[in-house]
């Protein structure tokens, strides 16, 4: 399948472009990694595909308006105040 078909696809689809699905769904992943790992962020970085460690954390933060660090201490915090 061609990269013009693929991205049609998904925008008729999904209502999406190809990269957004793409970086959604490593947003996902990084978030299931900074719940269930004690992976640092380079590592989850690195696991993720992302060279740079900050452009990662500019990918994450747009996407979820707070850093990989952020996320995981707001969920802990949740979660313990849950429990």
Do not use: W
Not at 7 to 24: P, R, Y
Not at 28 to 55: C, F, P, W
């Amino acid at each position: 399948m061609s990269e013009k078909n693929l991205n049609l696809i998904c925008k008729v689809i999904l209502n999406k472009t190809t990269s957004t699905v793409i970086t959604d769904r490593v947003v996902l992943e990084a978030k299931r990694m900074l719940i269930h790992t004690n992976m640092n962020i380079v590592q989850i970085s690195l696991d993720l595909g992302y060279a740079d460690n900050s452009y990662f954390s500019r990918v994450f933060k747009k996407a979820t308006c707070e850093t990989p660090l952020e996320f995981r201490a707001n969920y802990r915090r949740k979660r313990q105040k849950d429990d």
